[in-house]
């Protein structure tokens, strides 16, 4: 089992800023993907970013892309996601997720682990 958590969501301005981290405890090693996924009010859970084991590959949302980076920080051990120039539509429940494989690595099927949630919030 991996166990999956996040934390750093809050409230923030439109225009401002928020780092989320994902920490991950149990067989980390078998995680080869870990990606961050968001989820709004009435909508379908959204893919956001990923980052393969090596931190060697990443990929975007289009909704994100050029506004939201990804990394892994090495000596907290965590997987990143840095928010920028954020919107009133960037609130949703963000998850951060973690897979065995990626083929699926921007779809919720894709990932076999999940954590419970961090709420983020962008007031207009």
């Known amino acids: 089992q991996v166990n999956l958590v996040e934390s750093g969501g809050g409230l923030v301005q439109t225009g401002g800023s928020l780092r989320l981290s994902c920490s991950a405890s149990?067989?980390?090693?078998?995680?080869?993907?870990t990606g961050w996924f968001r989820q709004a009010p009435g909508k379908e859970r959204e893919f956001v970013a990923s980052?393969?084991?090596?931190?060697?590959?990443?990929i975007f949302g289009d909704s994100v892309k050029g506004r939201f980076s990804i990394s892994r920080d090495a000596v907290k051990n965590t997987v990143d996601l840095q928010m920028n120039n954020l919107k009133p539509d960037d609130t949703a429940i963000y998850y951060c997720?973690?897979?065995?494989?990626?083929?699926?690595?921007?779809?919720?099927?894709?990932?076999?682990?999940w954590g419970q949630g961090t709420q983020v919030s962008v007031s207009s």
């Open positions: 149990g067989r980390t090693g078998i995680i080869v993907n």
């Open positions: 997720a973690a897979g065995e494989g990626f083929l699926q690595r921007i779809r919720v099927a894709g990932y076999e682990y």
């Open positions: 980052i393969t084991r090596g931190g060697g590959s990443t």
